[in-house]
T-cell receptor
């Protein structure tokens, strides 16, 4: 069974600095998707970034980028030029690329990392 | 923009009450989910629906049931609420197919006393 681990329950970063959130996962599959979701306090969870395992290039979305190391099963999120609005709980998630309509293709979430941004 | 709404942000119920949590999405998504979120445990899947009237159990279905009579609406039912069901409940929807992300509702914080 797949598992997702986030070893940092809490992290903090100074405004305008860079922070990296760690995520490791365990799977025997070769094709899958990885996601980082952000859940601001009292607000809806939203997708930050997505990585397809078959793509070697690391995904980037503005100030957010990932370091995807497939062999090491590592998927870290780097936030550059941190802003106060980046303060949130961040969840790493795994989804198999194999899907069947009649059975749910499970998304495995890590326990989350709570990020604080210090002004 | 995809919009997923949940019927209540906060709910307080007594032990033994029947509780209904409703979720509505407006993007014609085939898949809908109910999760429970607890500190340190991440999100745990309660039930999944891949089509109208179709459902699959997730990791922690005990004590819960669901209903999906219309494509846009997915309801979670606690038949007899217990204190260990005090939690944050998140609904999500997703387009069917590879690689699509989930869209989440704002959550319902349920307290059972």
């Amino acid at each position: 069974a797949q598992t997702v681990t986030q070893s940092q329950p809490e992290m903090s970063v100074q405004e305008a600095e860079t922070v990296t959130l760690s995520c490791t996962y365990d799977t025997s599959e070769s094709d899958y998707y990885l996601f980082w979701y952000k859940q601001p306090p009292s607000r809806q969870m939203i997708l930050v970034i997505r990585q397809e395992a078959y793509k070697q290039q690391n995904a980037t979305e503005n100030r957010f980028s990932v370091n995807f190391q497939k062999a090491a099963k590592s998927f870290s999120l780097k936030i550059s030029d941190s802003q106060l609005g980046d303060a949130a709980m961040y969840f790493c998630a795994y989804r198999s690329a194999f899907t069947m309509k009649t059975s749910y293709d499970k998304v495995i979430f890590g326990p989350g990392t709570s990020l604080s941004v210090i002004p | 923009d995809v919009k997923v709404t949940q019927s209540s942000r906060y709910l307080v119920k007594r032990t033994g009450e029947k509780v209904f949590l409703e979720c509505v999405q407006d993007m014609d998504h085939e898949n809908m989910f109910w999760y429970r979120q607890d500190p340190g445990l991440g999100l745990r899947l309660i039930y999944f629906s891949y089509d109208v009237k179709m459902k699959e159990k997730g990791d922690i279905p005990e004590g819960y049931s669901v209903s999906r009579e219309k494509k846009e609406r997915f309801s979670l039912i606690l038949e007899s609420a217990s204190t260990n069901q005090t939690s944050m409940y998140l609904c999500a929807s997703r387009r069917e197919g590879q690689g699509y992300e989930q869209y989440f509702g704002p959550g319902t914080r349920l307290t059972v006393t």
